[in-house]
């Protein structure tokens, strides 16, 4: 974990929820993802073209898609809303710091946690709790959306055929978590 | 052989795979595939249940969901005891043990068959007329009364131990019913490339196949080529088939529930699957095959045991091998009832006679029961039916009246013909229309993306029926695939039927029109004759179709009898609205994961594992777990909130506040925006400064509130209470969208980013200076009231100083995921200053004893600014803000309004009651004058005594005055005050 000293010489830990957690059913695995930054990204149309150059990736503008490169993603929340996730340790909002045109990036590193949910039972466990299609022809890799599952938000990225990123808020993970672990148990139907 | 009642060359189970089953604790076996219907009737019984009102016996009426009597409770364990399960539905499965209900003390002697013979006074509406008076007694007396007696079957008393799952799923056509229509459509639209649900409620495919003998389809006799399409359909990719499983309600857009019943056949299932998964189904085409239901007969006690649905006898004796007597009359207004007879007489029993109200039946089946030499009565009718426990015999006698005969019999089929299953093209909000040459109900004027085929949409006959589901399969796809051909090379003819009840004596006798209801075709007269004119009315006064089979088999007669005795044509009458769900669903099902710990979220703080750790009691706040109070070893609550009030106060207290709502408001409007949502003004704001804001309703009155931080000319750090997280961003996203499109400002919630730990008290700064970096925490650097940006313990924050004690206070905001790891941190720091962990309840306490308000505490949506004497929140230049002008109403400015006071009781001992109400004078006459409530009380020890804010009539016009509050053990004098309790002049702020 990241660890920071200060003139005091305390460092601050970083506990990720759902630490060590794993569901191994049948047909599914659900994983926790390691922590990654993010931001919530609001611009108008205008300003989509300077945030893509500053992010080193072309914004998406069609609903419920995303763009992918270097490992960072950009999902299409909304009409001047994306979910910007970086796994490589790369700081999006220091990128779009310096950028001019009107927009809006706040960091919610630390407001979502991430799991993966895979195998050939995937897209039967969140289909348990999410009312959208979800089948291939319709939720193509990297088509992305948020959703619901079961009683909460969530948002929701198709990473291969088989694959999925659930992100939902910090507090919301234990009830997430638990709930793809029940539907992960009856997705062999 | 697996009951006596089996013939050996008939039907398709397998006589080898043997079942044992306990009806009513007695020792039975059936076969593999059998219903416990089946297997009870292939052990001679018939008698398996008593009528809900009447408690007459009752035996099998049908084969399928329609049955309305034969409903037993089905026990696996002490948990698992389902009543009111339809044993014409409930699978056979090694081990089965059924009970019947509604007797006492056993099945053929039954106490309550007294209500039979006092039957003349149980007659329609005999609830409402008799129980009228006196009226006090209705709750007291004859409800609860009324309610033991009545009811079918007994409830599990033990939580239910089975799990229930849920599924979306989207297909482009939902095909419901897997009879030939069914199957036909769905293999049109599936080879057509279309994504296909098919589903159906009986574990096998086929539907009326099951009995209907004389179909011959593409070579196969009609059952062979059920299996063989259903098998068809498996093997294909974009087809999912759904046995089991019941279409229950039809909603908007397409939208049908589903039932699968995934254990309930299985001898041992496996515990941790689910016994049932509720499919909702978003389909772009539905294709409704739900088939017919048939009628049965209407004459004098009709419900004997024995007395079955033609249709259903023979799906016994076809599908299941059963013969349902070994001498079986029939009485018909209809065809189809002949090949019932036919089929008996062919595997072997004897048929008494085929009675048939209608004068010259003829065709084919007619002649084909003539040529195996069976004896056709026509223009007769049945009038009596004999024997209690079983039809032993019925009287027939010609229609135009003349003498009577007995026929012997041991079992009476009867069919007054077939009505369509328009259940869910009705609940689709289609509007059904009268079709009056074959009076029945057929779908008329679609509301939805749907289509009826086969018996559901009146189509008689199967080759009309394939053709129409060819039609309809290859459509709903909407291309064209290949072109399906379906050679039908034998079929049966149906003609005939009836409504309402049959010839003979109908005034007296109980002819059974509803037999889960007990209601009678004279009960429907009366309804009639007392006023009920619509069939809505005749209905509800009668019961009939209200019962748990929706009148399946009794609504068409209910209407006829009404039509008939009002003199006015059938479609006049009405017809009931259909309503899902089709048939009973279990609670189970609906509520599925949304159970236990999954029925509703538990939010956590960053910081909880802590606060678990280190003993904290917590409290529920909306979804969140909060840490209430953290007591020490032999603490109460009380103690505990003393020594937590105290020691932040003396010394230095942390406090988990993550769960406040918190907003970054962000963009060159930001300040703009802040000055319409909140009553304060803004834009003066510095950078690095806070204010507390008020947010005001449209209405005028406080909404929420919260401490603001400017972070930047452009960016605000807005906090809300914790519960109003949620709705306090909607209203701001909702005016931003809809009233201030024209600012350039965005909203983010930030809530769940940031973990907050307050450190308050005089220690606080101490404890927290040696863990920052680049903020320089001197009064002068960082004043009351000021957000600066820095890192603690090398990880960035959110440095807000403010203080809601009252005290010196911070509040550090750290990326969540380093909640705990700063907290402990600090705990470390605070430990060397005395400092202690304090929950909820001190963090309350602490806050009356400086009077700031907590909203939703303090306020109740019915308080201005200026009733909790906040009006300096308000910026006084201002000239728009949400609720600026709803606070200028004139009554939000009238005198004499509820005005916030701090409470003191004469006796500083007494906690007065939160909630309790305030009068001037204690000796008026009640109902007393009340002129306030108590919003806020506790004890506060470090004011040595009691405190509470109360909102009072013309609050600050009283300060000084004794007021009362009357308490059930005797009158407590308060004196009103300041809503400040301790440090009045506020200087511990920099304390």
């Known amino acids: 974990m990241a660890k920071a000293s200060t003139k005091s010489g305390a460092v601050a830990e970083r506990r990720p ?156 993970s234990d009830y997430v978590f638990e709930f793809l672990g029940e539907a992960a148990h009856d997705a062999a139907a | 052989m697996a009951g006596t009642y089996r013939i050996g060359n008939a039907g398709r189970l397998t006589p080898a795979r043997t079942a044992r089953f306990t009806f009513d604790g007695k020792h039975y ?17 018939h008698l398996v249940g008593r009528s809900f009102k009447y408690h007459r016996p009752r035996g099998i009426l049908s084969a399928g969901a329609e049955e309305p009597n034969a409903l037993v409770s089905v026990e696996r364990d002490a948990a698992r005891r389902t009543p009111n399960v339809r044993a014409t539905v409930q699978e056979l499965y090694d081990g089965l043990a059924a009970n019947s209900q509604n007797r006492w003390p056993s099945l053929a002697f039954d106490v309550g068959a007294v209500n039979d013979l006092a039957s003349p006074f149980f007659s329609a509406g005999f609830y409402y007329k008799t129980f009228m008076w006196p009226k006090s007694a209705w709750k007291s007396f004859y409800e609860p009364n009324i309610r033991s007696a009545a009811g079918l079957g007994v ?8 799990h229930y799952s849920s599924r979306f799923a989207h297909c482009d056509v939902l095909v419901v019913g897997g009879g030939a229509a069914g199957l036909t459509a ?15 409620e009986q574990a096998e495919f086929g539907g009326a196949l099951h009995f209907e003998k004389g179909a011959q389809i593409d070579g196969q006799d009609g059952w062979s080529w059920a299996q063989a399409t259903a098998a068809k359909l498996a093997a294909m990719p974009n087809v999912r088939l759904l046995p089991r499983t019941t279409a229950f309600g039809y909603y908007a857009q397409n939208f049908v529930a589903l039932t699968e019943r995934a254990t309930d056949h299985l001898a041992s299932p496996d515990r941790t699957a689910p016994r049932e998964r509720l499919w909702q189904v978003r389909a772009k085409r539905v294709v409704i095959a739900t088939g017919a239901i048939e009628r049965h007969m209407v004459f004098a006690d009709n419900d004997r045991p024995g007395i079955m649905l033609a249709s259903a006898a023979r799906t016994y004796l076809n599908h299941y091998g059963v013969a349902v007597g070994r001498n079986v009359a029939v009485y018909t207004a209809n065809d189809s009832a002949y090949f019932a007879a036919i089929d008996l007489k062919k595997a072997g029993v004897n048929v008494a006679a085929i009675i048939d109200v209608r004068d010259a ?28 426990l079983r039809v032993s015999s019925v009287m027939v006698e010609p229609k135009t009246g003349g003498a009577s005969r007995t026929i012997e019999c041991d079992a009476l089929l009867v069919s ?77 003819g149906w003609t005939g039927g009836m409504l309402g009840a049959a010839p003979g004596p109908g005034t007296t006798v109980k002819a059974f029109i509803d037999f889960q209801n007990d209601v009678t075709a004279k009960d429907i007269r009366q309804a009639v004759h007392e006023g009920m004119r619509s069939i809505e009315h005749v209905k509800r006064f009668t019961t009939n179709g209200m019962a748990t089979d929706q009148g399946k088999t009794s609504n068409m007669h209910g209407l006829a009898i009404a039509a008939e005795t009002l003199s006015k044509p059938i479609p006049q009458v009405g017809l009931t609205t259909f309503r899902a769900p089709y048939t009973p669903v279990t609670f189970g099902a609906i509520v599925n994961h949304a159970r236990g710990n999954l029925f509703d979220p538990t939010r956590k703080t960053p910081i909880h594992p802590w606060a678990e750790a280190h003993g904290a009691v917590f409290e529920d706040v909306g979804q969140w777990k909060r840490a209430w109070y953290f007591p020490e070893a032999g603490e109460d609550m009380h103690k505990a909130v003393d020594r937590e009030c105290v020691t932040v106060r003396k010394a230095a207290g942390m406090f988990d ?62 906090t809300t209470t914790t519960g109003g997280a949620p709705r306090v961003m909607n209203h701001m996203e909702d005016y931003l969208q809809t009233e201030f499109p024209h600012l350039n400002v965005w909203l983010t919630s930030i809530t769940e980013q940031w973990a907050v730990i307050a450190v308050q008290g005089p220690n606080s700064r101490d404890i927290i200076a040696p863990l920052l970096e680049g903020i320089d925490l001197s009064d002068e650097g960082m004043p009351h009231m000021s957000v600066r940006e820095g890192k603690i313990c090398g990880v960035p924050t959110r440095l807000f100083r403010m203080s809601f004690t009252g005290d010196r206070g911070f509040e550090v905001n750290v990326p969540a995921d380093y909640g705990q790891s700063v907290w402990e941190a600090l705990w470390a720091e605070g430990r060397k200053y005395g400092a202690c962990a304090y929950g909820t309840e001190a963090m309350h306490v602490l806050r009356a004893e400086k009077g700031y308000i907590i909203v939703g505490q303090d306020t109740d949506g019915t308080v201005t600014c200026n009733d909790a004497g906040l009006d300096w929140a308000i910026g006084k230049k201002k000239t728009d803000f949400v609720g600026i002008r709803g606070m200028k109403r004139p009554d939000l400015v009238a005198p004499g309004r509820k005005q916030l006071v701090g409470l003191l009781t004469k006796d500083p001992k007494i906690v007065l009651e939160e909630g309790a109400q305030i009068v001037a004078d204690a000796n008026q006459p009640v109902p007393m004058k009340m002129i306030g409530h108590v919003t806020s009380s506790y004890w506060s020890e470090n004011c040595g005594r009691s405190i509470a804010l109360a909102l009072v009539a013309g609050g600050r016009d009283r300060m000084g005055q004794t007021l009362f509050v009357p308490m059930p053990k005797g009158v407590i004098e308060v004196e009103i005050g300041s809503t400040v309790f301790f440090d009045e002049k506020g200087e511990r702020l920099n304390g």
Request: charged fraction near 20%.
């Open chain 1, 17 to 172: 929820a759902l630490a060590g957690r794993e569901i191994a059913a049948a047909a599914v695995r659900v994983a926790v993802l390691p922590p990654a930054e993010r931001i919530s990204l609001r611009a108008p149309a205008g300003s989509v073209s300077a945030l893509s150059k500053a992010l080193g990736l072309t914004l998406p503008t069609k609903p419920k898609t995303s763009a992918s490169k270097g490992g960072r993603t950009a999902l299409w929340l909304g009409p001047d809303e994306w979910l910007v996730i970086d796994e490589a340790g790369k700081s999006p909002v220091a990128d779009c710091a310096p950028v001019k045109a009107l927009h809006s990036a706040v960091d919610i590193s630390h407001r979502n946690v991430a799991l993966a949910v895979t195998g050939s039972g995937a897209e039967a466990t969140l289909s348990a709790g999410c009312p959208q299609d979800l089948s291939l022809a319709v939720f193509p890799v990297g088509a992305a959306t948020r959703t619901i599952l079961g009683k909460v938000e969530i948002v929701l990225l198709r990473t291969a055929p088989d694959a999925f990123r659930v992100e939902c808020w910090r507090s919301f």
């Open chain 2, 186 to 200: 769905a293999v049109a639209a599936a080879q057509a490339g279309a994504s296909v649900i098919l589903c159906d």
């Open chain 2, 361 to 388: 039946p003829s065709g084919a089946a007619v002649d084909e029961a003539r040529s195996l030499g069976i004896e056709i009565l026509p223009g007769r009718a049945v009038v009596k039916a004999n024997g209690k």
């Open chain 2, 29 to 45: 076996t059936g076969l593999e595939g059998d219903t416990l219907a089946s297997a009870l009737l292939a052990n001679g019984i």
């Open chain 2, 416 to 492: 007054a013909g077939w009505t369509p299953s328009v259940h869910l093209f009705s609940q689709s909000r289609g509007k059904v229309a009268f079709d009056a040459d074959t009076q029945r109900f057929l779908p008329g004027t679609y509301a939805q993306d749907c289509v009826s085929v086969g018996a559901c949409a009146g189509t008689d006959g199967l080759e009309a029926t394939i053709a129409e589901a060819i039609q309809a399969g290859s459509d709903a796809a909407g291309k064209p695939g290949k072109t399906l051909k379906i050679t039908i090379k034998a079929q049966e």
């Open chain 2, 657 to 718: 506040a993550s769960t406040l709502g918190k907003i970054e408001v962000v963009g060159p409007d930001a300040a703009k925006f802040m000055e319409l949502l909140y009553t304060n003004p803004w834009e003066k704001l510095e950078p690095g400064r806070c204010r507390y804001g008020i947010m005001l309703r449209e209405d005028g009155f406080i909404y929420d509130d919260g401490v603001v931080g400017r972070l930047a000319p452009d960016r605000f750090h807005v």
């Open chain 2, 155 to 162: 409830s599990p008393d033990q939580p239910d131990p089975d």
